[in-house]
Nanobody, 114 residues
Framework: VQLQASGGGLVQPGGSLRLSCAAS????????MGWYRQAPGKQRELVAV???????NYADSVKGRFTISRDNAKNTVYLQMNSLKPEDTAVYYC?????????WGQGTQVTVSS
């Protein structure tokens, strides 16, 4: 199983980024997928979930700013992040929901700073 996150980078406060996560080795379409993040010194947290049917839920901290979507034909899940804040700085990962520890990839670094 591989869940390869990409699209991170350095962005100024108020900016936007779009993350992608390509999945292989799993039956992508039957799984709820999530974006998780881990900031330095903090526990990993789930920030967005999308069910196999396309329903989405968000952590309160990102609601109204982040949008999760999926393309089952491409085995890919996306996270559109707008109005980014310094507190969004973290390594972002994708995984199934609930997660499997053996599915964690390297993640992609998002840094929000002026």
């Amino acid at each position: 199983v591989q869940l390869q996150a990409s699209g991170g980078g350095l962005v100024q406060p108020g900016g936007s980024l779009r993350l992608s996560c390509a999945a292989s080795g799993i039956i992508f379409s039957i799984n709820a997928m999530g974006w998780y993040r881990q900031a330095p010194g903090k526990q990993r947290e789930l920030v967005a979930v999308i069910t196999k049917g396309g329903s989405a839920n968000y952590a309160d901290s990102v609601k109204g700013r982040f949008t999760i979507s999926r393309d089952n034909a491409k085995n890919t899940v996306y996270l559109q992040m707008n109005s980014l804040k310094p507190e969004d700085t973290a390594v972002y990962y994708c995984n199934v929901v609930p997660f499997f520890n053996r599915y964690w990839g390297q993640g992609t670094q998002v840094t929000v700073s002026s």
